[in-house]
T-cell receptor, first 113, second 109 residues
Framework: DTGVSQDPRHKITKRGQNVTFRCDPI?????LYWYRQTLGQGPEFLTY????????KSRLLSDRFSAERPKGSFSTLEIQRTEQGDSAMYLC???????????FGPGTRLTVL | KNEVEQSPQNLTAQEGEFITINCSYS?????LHWLQQHPGGGIVSLFM?????KKHGRLIATINIQEKHSSLHITASHPRDSAVYIC???????????WGAGTKLIIKP
């Protein structure tokens, strides 16, 4: 399968714990995006990478959130000291430099108890 | 007021009906996307357009840049079309996608 993959697909954690999600984009895509989607809402932009550079960050990305893409390939999104309000679907997408069309992964559903 | 508004929020129709979902936006955009999201969260890009009209199978998407409005049409709807359809706009100034809240479509057999 050569699509965008995300791991894990589901994560249940207790409030206060740290969690890390991984996204593997389509291999030739240099742009990578993270979005968050809460129940019944459309996705909200979190952050954007071009290669290894994090070019944009949403105000939604509080200091408890950090994203990296160290080698310009896969990316990780870490949430520290999770809160119940962090419960959401975290979506990753990638796009090539030649087109703004984004291809989405299956998402990681986070539940914070 | 949200920057991207979709209507209706929910739509239930009988198999075979012609479906229209509308999207209006208030910001400058470089492109508009229509996406489909099935239960479980997977998102599939249906169309990306910046002008005119695109057709793929039974799906048609149109955009009017002057009126800042786009429509997604489904002809001869089928129960497998049941999903959430989301309109998202790509801002002119950066790469962000601003998303509508989605339209939940249910097609009854």
């Amino acid at each position: 399968d050569t699509g965008v993959s995300q791991d894990p697909r589901h994560k249940i954690t207790k409030r206060g714990q740290n969690v890390t999600f991984r996204c593997d984009p389509i291999s030739e895509h240099n742009r990578l995006y993270w979005y968050r989607q809460t129940l019944g809402q459309g996705p909200e932009f979190l952050t954007y990478f071009q290669n290894e550079a994090q070019l944009e960050k949403s105000r939604l990305l509080s200091d408890r959130f950090s994203a990296e893409r160290p080698k310009g390939s896969f990316s990780t999104l870490e949430i520290q000291r999770t809160e119940q309000g962090d419960s959401a679907m975290y979506l990753c997408a990638s796009s090539p430099s030649t087109s703004p069309e984004q291809f989405f992964g299956p998402g990681t559903r986070l539940t914070v108890l | 007021k949200n920057e991207v508004e979709q209507s209706p929020q929910n739509l239930t129709a009988q198999e075979g009906e012609f479906i229209t979902i509308n999207c209006s936006y208030s910001v400058g955009i470089s492109a508009l996307h229509w996406l489909q999201q099935h239960p479980g969260g997977g998102i599939v890009s249906l169309f990306m357009l910046s002008s005119g009209k695109k057709k793929h199978g039974r799906l048609i998407a149109t955009i009017n840049i002057q009126e800042k409005h786009s429509s997604l049409h489904i002809t001869a709807s089928h129960p497998r079309d049941s999903a959430v359809y989301i309109c998202a706009v790509r801002l002119s100034r950066n790469y962000q996608l601003i998303w509508g809240a989605g339209t939940k479509l249910i097609i009854k057999p």
